[in-house]
């Protein structure tokens, strides 16, 4: 079995831009922080009591339910899929390793918004 290499998943992420990734398009033609106003607003994030788990990334929840409708998924495919492939992960800004939203953050955050 081969040992992963320093460089092995940056050059992996770069041979998924080279075919044509359709997140990084995705990502070229919509301006997602374009939204984050009305998104701040709507879920009242600078209203946050001090204590506990700061919420994840408004904009970047909004691209998790993005992802969800474009794939017809369920929270709880959603949990495992974000973790599971690296272009959900670089489309999201995550790296690997961090904490990503698990089902109940997803299903909160869009009874939340809806």
């Keep these: 079995m081969h ?5 092995d998943l940056t050059d992996h992420l770069a041979r998924l831009s080279a075919m ?3 997140f990084e398009a995705l990502d070229c033609h919509v301006n ?3 939204f984050r106003p009305v998104l701040v ?8 009591p001090k204590g506990g788990r700061p919420p994840y990334d408004a ?3 909004f691209k998790v339910l993005v992802l969800a409708l474009m794939h017809n998924l369920s929270d709880e495919r959603m949990e495992f899929l974000i973790r599971d492939r690296f272009s959900w992960l ?7 390793g ?7 953050t997803i299903w909160l955050f869009r009874e939340k918004l809806t």
């Design 41 to 48: 607003e709507v879920l009242g994030y600078g209203e946050r």
């Design 3 to 7: 040992a992963p290499g320093l460089f």
């Design 20 to 22: 044509g990734d359709p």
């Design 90 to 96: 670089r489309f999201l800004g995550f790296q690997i």
């Design 32 to 34: 997602f922080e374009v």
């Design 98 to 104: 961090e904490p990503t939203p698990d089902q109940k």
């Design 59 to 61: 904009v970047v929840m």
